[in-house]
Each structure stands twice: as structure tokens, then as C-alpha cells.
């Protein structure tokens, strides 16, 4: 008797992921909870809108814009006042060129366009988001963009953006839509490299694309960030040698370490231990370490079809090994508890959801005062040892839990499953595979 032919999921060719349709039932109840996020939010701006929408690093991002305007650099004094690490212009050259159009905007219209702007970069990242998780670009997809870019501003790292009038989000979004692209795309590539033109941090998913074998579009990132570079340089020279001179590795620009608003490893490692010369070589040690542990996941993340996961690791991680990282450079929270709002809703086991809602307590702001707690997130929590070295670094802490979550999820599920159309997608660059039919001894 002849064996029939076997065929097995593997192989090396690159197709897209089959396009999953989002239940009905999910897009009706993610836009009810969308709609009271938003009115609950819109509610807190009305009582405070000094609070909730000052625009500060906005108008920051303005005196940098005037001065590009009248040729005055941005990076010899501070932005304001004249103390050293306070209001300093800590980005590219090419981000102050990116600011200039802001200088034309006042009044109440300024307001507007910062939190409108964000509002839209949030949506286009909820977009991306599920375009990453391999959602159908339909209605559905469309109706349920600004459903979670509501529900989001319950997030703590994203309401302090929203206030701020911060470009964290413009981040969020071009290194989504980055990872949405197809592999095969020549253009794929270029918006990290915009994203790491603007802001250092992003840079990180160069490493990304270089661990998972996506070489053509690392050199492509780079390829961006260098005519970033020059761009700056064209436009404004003087600031562009002061600042690839050495300027942005200049610590003295941002702060302090062990200021408590550093929600970043070496701002816990300095709070902990002082900021001298072992601090700094901690410091270093477990950057390194913890990078390439994330690395390791996030090639087997993605390497297994789980491509936002992946990605939300890489981007929580660059904010944890980041020199400074205040909480608004946290949005990649909003990411996170997209990719577990999607598993626990797919897989609705105990472990999903207890996970979702673990991560949702910690990034959460906003909503204590719903069951009487009157504090704003959870580094408002009394500040009483041995507790505060946890909820006062919580951030760090659920990304390293991320790590142990990972590992053991790609242990006890190597392989995503690709017989159910609301389940995980097919794992990146894998197609069936059919063999020669072979014959068999009787």
C-alpha cells in the first residue's frame, strides 16, 4: 500500500496573512465601552482643561519651531527659563524642521489641533494595530479605530501625551504602519527610520528588523534616518554638529536619573543604589541583558505568526533601557493592551483575562476615583517601602513579567494555530508545503 502525501507548514516563502473578519458582537461592544471612555473622558477635560489639555511640551515644541523660523538654535540655551535639563530641546535637528508649521498656530485653535492631532494618531494606531494582527482593512476595522482610541484614554502614558501635546504617539503610529507593511514591500522600512529621525528610541526596531531577518527593510531604516540626518543638516547646520556632536548623548539635557518622574531602568537602578559610576555600570549590564533577552522573544514571536506582541515587546523595551523615559514615552502600554484585549477575547481562558486586567491596572489613569481610590495612576500610590520600589517602577515590572509570560506562551504553544479564522494568524513567511508523494514497503 502507498503512503499518500504528506504535507506540512513550513517553508521560507513570504505571503501575507490570511485576513481575519472581526465578530460582530465585538465591534458592538467595543464601541459602547469606546463611547463611555470617551464621554468619561471628555467629562475630566471639561472639569479641568488646564490639567488635562495645558499643551506644555507642545508649546516647547513651538519656541523651537519660532526659533528654526528666525535662526536661533535650539539646543545652546533651553527652550525656557535658563536652567540646565529643564526645557531643553532634546530631539533631531530634522524634528525642530518637522515643528515649524506650529509656529503659525494660537489661541484656542493651538489647543485644538494638539489634542485632535493626537486623537487621529491614536486612531491610526488603533488601525495599524489590528492591521499587524491581521484584520481585514473593512467597516468593521473602521468603526473600531476610534471606538479603542476612546477606550485608550483611559491609559495613563497616553492621557499624559494627550496633555502634554507630546509626539509619542506620531511614534506609535509610524512604527505600527511600518510593521503592518508586507515584508515584500520596498518601502517598509522607511517610517522607522522617519520615527528614529525625529526620536532616537525607535532605532531599537532596527535591531528588531535585523534579529528577524528582515534585512532589506534595516537597511532601508537606516537608509531614512540618514537622510533625516541630512535634511537637518541642510536646513540647520550649526545645530546639526552641536547636536550628532555629542548633544544627544549629552544626560545633562534631560536630568537627573534618579528624578521620580524617570520611569526608565536606570532612573530605578539610580533611585535604588545612587547615580555614581556603579550605578552607571548596572546600568549598562542590565540594558544589555534585558535587550537581548527581548530580542530573543520577539525573533520567536514573530517568527511564529505573533508579529504585535513582538513588536509591543521591542517597543515597551527600548522605554525600559532608554536613558530617560518619563510616563508619556510609555505609549507603547496602548499596543500592549490591544494585542491582550485581542488573545483574551479570542482564547477567553481565566489566564488571558486575569492577564489583560493585570496589565490595565497598572496602566491605567483616570479610573481609581470610579471605585474611590483618589489617586490619578499607580504611581500616585503612597510612597511607603518595600511597596513603592514596585508600584513606583510598575511600568518596568509588567514588561519584565512580559518577558516570563512570552517564554512561557511560545513553550507551551510553539506554533500558532491556523484552523480557526478567529484565532492567531499563520506564523510570518510560512506556506504550505506540499512533498512528492513517496512510496512505502508493504
Known amino acids: 500500500m502507498a503512503v499518500s502525501t504528506v504535507e506540512q507548514v513550513a517553508g521560507t516563502k513570504q505571503v501575507p496573512p490570511q485576513g481575519r473578519t472581526i465578530p460582530s458582537a465585538v465591534v458592538w461592544g467595543v464601541s459602547l465601552l469606546g463611547a463611555l471612555a470617551g464621554w468619561y473622558y471628555l467629562g475630566q477635560v471639561l472639569a479641568g482643561p488646564r490639567a488635562m489639555l495645558h499643551m506644555v511640551d507642545l508649546g516647547v515644541y513651538q519656541i523651537a519651531a519660532d526659533r528654526v523660523a528666525h535662526g536661533v538654535s535650539v539646543y ?64 468593521r476595522t473602521l468603526v473600531l479605530g476610534p471606538a479603542i482610541a476612546a477606550l485608550l484614554l483611559v491609559c495613563e502614558p497616553v492621557r499624559e501625551t494627550m496633555a502634554f501635546g507630546q509626539v509619542n504617539l506620531l511614534l ?22 522617519i520615527a528614529a529621525g525625529i526620536k532616537l528610541t525607535p532605532v531599537f526596531f532596527v535591531l528588531y528588523l535585523l534579529v528577524t531577518r528582515r534585512f532589506r527593510a534595516a537597511r ?48 530605578m537602578i539610580a533611585r535604588s543604589v545612587g547615580s555614581g559610576a ?7 549590564a542590565a540594558a544589555a541583558a534585558i535587550t537581548a533577552v527581548c530580542l530573543l522573544l520577539a525573533r520567536r514571536l514573530s517568527a511564529t505568526g505573533r508579529e504585535l506582541p513582538a513588536v509591543a515587546l521591542c517597543g515597551l523595551t527600548s522605554t525600559v533601557v532608554s536613558p530617560y523615559s518619563w510616563v508619556h514615552h510609555w505609549v507603547w502600554l496602548a499596543a500592549l493592551l490591544i494585542c491582550l484585549a485581542d488573545l483574551a477575547i479570542r482564547r477567553r481562558s481565566v489566564v488571558t483575562v486575569a492577564g489583560l486586567l493585570l496589565a490595565f491596572l497598572v496602566a491605567s489613569g483616570g479610573v481609581f476615583d470610579l471605585v474611590g481610590l ?13 511597596w513603592s520600589l514596585v508600584d513606583h517602577n510598575a511600568y518596568i515590572w509588567l514588561t519584565l513579567a512580559l518577558f516570563a509570560a512570552a517564554a512561557v506562551w511560545l513553550y507551551r504553544f510553539p506554533l500558532s494555530r491556523t484552523n480557526d479564522q478567529f484565532d492567531a494568524p499563520v506564523p510570518r513567511n510560512t506556506v504550505p508545503v506540499r512533498l512528492e508523494k513517496t512510496p512505502s514497503a508493504q
Do not use: C
Request: charged share 15%; aromatic share 12%.
Open 172 to 193: 506609535l503610529l509610524l512604527v505600527l504602519i511600518d510593521m503592518a507593511l508586507p515584508d515584500s514591500s520596498r518601502f517598509k522600512g522607511v517610517l522607522t527610520g
Open 278 to 284: 556603579v550605578s552607571q555600570l548596572l546600568w549598562l
Open 76 to 139: 545652546d540655551t533651553p527652550l525656557r527659563g535658563s536652567t540646565r535639563g529643564v526645557w531643553e530641546f532634546v530631539y533631531t535637528p530634522f524634528a525642530a524642521v518637522l515643528f515649524v508649521p506650529l509656529a503659525a498656530i494660537h489661541g484656542t485653535a493651538f489647543t485644538w489641533v494638539g489634542a485632535l492631532g493626537n486623537f487621529a494618531l491614536l486612531t491610526g494606531s488603533a488601525w495599524a494595530a489590528l492591521s499587524v494582527l491581521g484584520y481585514r482593512r473593512d467597516r
Open 220 to 267: 532601508t531604516a537606516i537608509g531614512a534616518l540618514v537622510v533625516t540626518m541630512v535634511m537637518g543638516l541642510a536646513v540647520l547646520p550649526k545645530d546639526s554638529l552641536t547636536f550628532w556632536s555629542g548633544a544627544f548623548a549629552d544626560p545633562a539635557r534631560v536630568g537627573v536619573p534618579e528624578n521620580p518622574q524617570n520611569e526608565s531602568l536606570r532612573g
Open 374 to 386: 483618589h489617586y490619578g495612576s499607580v504611581f500616585d500610590f503612597p510612597n511607603r517601602a518595600p
